[in-house]
Nanobody, 120 residues
Framework: QVQLVESGGGLVQAGGSLRLSCAASGRANEYFMAWFRQAPGKEREFLATIAWSGGTRYADSMEGRFAISRDNAKNTVYLHLNSLKPEDTAVYYC???????????????WGQGTQVTVSS
């Protein structure tokens, strides 16, 4: 397993930006890393995934406003949130899987989540 710890969430005004971080321990280079989010009463939503080599895949719901990246030297994955809207308010989770997948049920390791709140 990979141990994951998210940070960087907080309160931001609509139109602002935020960078979320996910620090990994273990063999993170063997895993696809991904970001999900979950709002109260909603299903967990896939946002983006990134391979160790840097290849990425995004959900259509991101609408070009989010960007996933990784710093292999720091063993850290990032999610850049831009042009934030109130509907982006959710708990954001980092996850790891040995497979390329958009399904949360196929991710074996999860962080504790970090809250992002966007005010109007």
């Amino acid at each position: 397993q990979v141990q994951l710890v998210e940070s960087g969430g907080g309160l931001v005004q609509a139109g602002g930006s935020l960078r979320l971080s996910c620090a990994a321990s273990g063999r993170a280079n063997e895993y696809f890393m991904a970001w999900f989010r979950q709002a109260p009463g909603k299903e967990r939503e896939f946002l983006a995934t990134i391979a160790w080599s840097g290849g990425t895949r995004y959900a259509d719901s991101m609408e070009g406003r989010f960007a996933i990246s990784r710093d292999n030297a720091k063993n850290t994955v990032y999610l850049h949130l831009n042009s934030l809207k109130p509907e982006d308010t959710a708990v954001y989770y980092c996850a790891a899987s040995l497979l390329m997948t958009t399904s949360d049920r196929q991710y074996s390791s999860w962080g504790q989540g970090t809250q992002v709140t966007v005010s109007s």
